[in-house]
């Protein structure tokens, strides 16, 4: 699925950074944030640069500041998969204010006219520029009727979230790791004295 295009980029930047840089079960495992300011700067660097695919380093400072936009980011996540329609807006509304988002078409390097979402003021940070390109992602997607489109994983112990791209809308799971997990779960609470043999059918496939 399509939405504008700026939006899928921004959607899936958000998803990345909630999945990668913060704590809570990650496909059944408990995963926490390292306590070591570099090892954190590193992380933070390392998931910015996969999302946006600069190998720029980010400062200490920036690191965090990344590190809390996940944070906040999360939040959205939680509030949709809790069905708080309301909250999710006022959440959504107040990362808009808080990194400053506003459109401007822009050109550098050569490239011809796109859409930033940041302020170009030349004080703009790089976490406020990606809190920017989040927010507006995350309320055209939101705005346009496709917030079921933004899921959390309902597999148990899995806190990861996802962009559901599927035709239909139907996904539930971060991944057909966790779509697998949670039948082995349900089939377990259903036959409690085991029989694993019977689990073995095809694969499902998630849709896409
Ligand atoms: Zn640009
Ligand atoms: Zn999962």
């Not at 660097?45 to 999360?74: C, D, F, K, M, Q």
């Not at 940041?118 to 520029?129: I, L, N, T």
């Not at 917030?147 to 057909?176: I, K, M, P, Q």
């Not at 019977?198 to 499902?204: D, F, K, N, R, V």
């Amino acid at each position: 699925m399509n939405f504008d295009s700026y939006a899928d980029l921004g959607v899936a930047a958000a998803a990345e950074l909630v999945n990668h840089l913060t704590g809570g079960w990650a496909q059944g495992a408990l995963r926490r944030l390292p306590q070591s300011g570099s090892q954190r700067a590193r992380l933070a660097a390392a998931t910015e640069a996969a999302i946006w695919g600069r190998g720029s380093v980010l400062g200490g400072a920036e690191a965090e500041e990344l590190i809390h936009l996940a944070e906040r980011l999360r939040l959205v996540f939680a509030s949709l998969s809790a069905g708080d329609a309301d909250g999710t807006a006022q959440l959504v509304n107040s990362l808009l204010r808080d990194y400053r988002a506003a459109p401007q078409l822009a050109t550098h390097d050569g490239e011809p006219w796109h859409l930033h979402f940041h302020s170009q003021d030349r004080e703009a940070g790089r976490v406020e520029a990606r809190g920017a390109t989040c927010a507006v992602a995350l309320a055209t997607v939101i705005g346009s009727g496709w917030a079921s489109r933004l899921g959390s994983c309902a597999a148990e112990r899995c806190d990861l979230v996802f962009v559901d791209t599927s035709r239909n809308g139907s996904r539930r799971f971060c991944s057909l790791r966790c779509l697998n997990r949670d039948k082995v779960a349900r089939f377990r609470s259903r036959h409690p004295e085991g029989g694993a043999a019977e689990l073995h059918q095809p694969a499902p496939t998630l849709p896409h």
